[in-house]
């Protein structure tokens, strides 16, 4: 069953590893979509703002993001680019240890796991790997993030994936709505409107 379009908006609560919300806002491109999002938190006895535009091309795959992150040590800014074939500049830098990635993923962020979910669109009982370019908080540094998708059967409404990210040891199930945003993110956040 493909995915109903986008809201206009849409928010999260952070919970767990955070507090802080993200609130993100959708607009129809020509080549796909634009993503303009805030994400606040507290984290460690620390604070910081993370704001981020997002370019999709119309199968999901980011082309385009240009973040910002301050916190009291200060504003950091990266931009990060793809050709759409899994090639990636930072800050106009090539970055050949992005190869292979189609998806930005924003450490700040819940939304930015809905990018592969809507990329691979795995049907049930169907997985795959989805690295993507990891943009951390603090320096903003940009890292490659191994991550592996997949799909389990449908809840009532809810879409359900497992996940999982190696690198962190860390694996939950994460339940999306039928636009395929996040709904439950166990430990990171939960869908607040």
């Not at 997002?54 to 950091?76: F, M």
Request: glycine residues 10%; negative net charge.
């Amino acid at each position: 069953m493909p995915f109903q379009t986008v809201p206009a908006s849409a928010c999260w609560q952070h919970r767990g590893l955070r507090s802080g919300f993200e609130v993100v806002y959708f607009s129809s491109e020509p080549s796909g979509l634009r993503v303009d999002g805030t994400a606040t938190g507290f984290q460690d006895d620390e604070t910081w703002v993370v704001d981020y535009q997002l370019l999709l091309d119309s199968h999901w795959r980011t082309r385009r993001a240009l973040v910002t992150t301050r916190s009291v040590s200060g504003s950091v800014e990266r931009l990060v680019e793809s050709d759409g074939a899994g090639h990636w500049s930072i800050d106009g830098v090539a970055a050949g240890h992005l190869d292979g990635c189609f998806d930005v993923d924003l450490e700040s962020s819940a939304f930015t796991n809905a990018l592969p979910v809507h990329r691979l669109d795995l049907g049930v009982g169907e997985s795959a790997d989805a690295p993507a370019a990891y943009v951390r908080l603090g320096a903003a540094r940009v890292e490659r993030l191994d991550q592996h998708y997949g799909r389990l059967a449908d809840q009532d409404t809810e879409r359900r994936y497992d996940y999982q990210a190696p690198v962190f040891d860390f694996r939950c199930q994460i339940s999306y709505d039928r636009a395929g945003l996040v709904l439950d993110y166990p430990g990171i956040a939960l869908r607040a409107g």
